[in-house]
Structure formats: C-alpha cells, structure tokens
C-alpha cells in the first residue's frame, strides 16, 4: 500500500505495526500541534481585533465579536488532511539518498556477519581468505550474492528496511564495506 506521495505505508507484514504506530504517533502530534494553534488564534483575538479597529478602511476587514476566532479555526481545520498527509507520507524513496554501506550492514547484515563472520555457515565468512576462495573477492560477486541470495544468504534488493528498499547503489556501498574490512580483517 503506498501514500499519496509514493512511499510504502504497509510496505511489509514484518513493518506494518512501526508503521501503523509511527503514523498513529505523528498524527497525535499534529493535532496537539493544531489544537496549541487554535487555542493562541482564541487568546489574541482581543489584541488582534483591538489593532485591526485602528486602521484604515480597506487595509483589514475583520469584524469584530469572534468571527474571526472562528475563520482562524476553520482554516486550521481545512489543513488538516493536508498535515496529515505530510506526516505520515516519510520520505519518498525516489528521491532519497543512497544510504551508506556501513549503515546498512550494521542494520541488517550484522545479525549474521558480526565481525566478519558467518554465524549460519561459518567457513564462508567475510575475512579475505575465505572471500578469495569462495571466489567472493570482488564487488560483482558481493553484489550478485546480496541481489539474488543463495543457500540461507536472502536477496536483499527491494527489502525494506526502514520504510525503504534497498536499491542497486546501495547493495553496491555494502560491498565495498564489506571488501574494504575484509582487507583489514575486520
């Protein structure tokens, strides 16, 4: 399911309850937001009223004895679906910024290749020797593995992690993460 703006809203079942919450928190703090708004629109009606009576014709046409209380709360309530809309929309992966290859392997690589190693299949683990003899010793292989998975290493391109899916560069960034740790021996 995806929102007016083009990002995921329920992008997975494993995301749909920190999505739906972060929607649900965001739309409390717009209306905490709206009803602080409305509550100042009532508390300086007098003094904006009181100013407003002082110029010359034409220049401000408010009345007086609260309708102007009232077009104030009015407009803040016809922005609503708007505000809404913005805060719960996140941002919109076609114009995101290819997030770095040590975020992304400390978010979701981690599980199975702390430190280089492999926790399912320990022999092909991430330390330069056993990438070389795995023929893994190169950013096309890395790449190849993580777009496609292979054996118990999942496809990674298009999962969503964060409320975005990974992408072609950002698979690519993992790699050379990966390679240039694999150099130091993590």
Sequence with gaps: VYSFFGSPLLSS?????????????RSVLVFVALQSASGYL?????????????????VCQMQA???????????????????LA????GPNPAFAEARSGAELFYRRCIECHGGGMNSIVPEKSLMKDALKKYGRDNK??????????????PKFLGMV??????????????ADFILENAESNW
């Design 13 to 25: 079942p494993s995301n749909t309850p920190k999505m739906v919450a972060r929607m649900l928190f």
């Design 42 to 58: 009532s508390s300086s009606v007098s003094s904006i009223t009181a100013r407003t009576a002082r110029q010359p014709a034409g």
């Design 65 to 83: 004895g609260g309708e102007e209380h009232n077009s104030g709360r009015r407009a803040l309530l016809q922005m609503v679906p708007f505000v």
């Design 86 to 89: 913005a805060s719960t929309a």
């Design 140 to 153: 096309e292989a890395i790449v190849k593995i993580a777009t496609k998975g292979e054996g118990e290493m």
């Design 161 to 174: 992690v964060d409320g975005r899916p990974y992408t072609s560069e950002e698979l690519e960034n993992v």
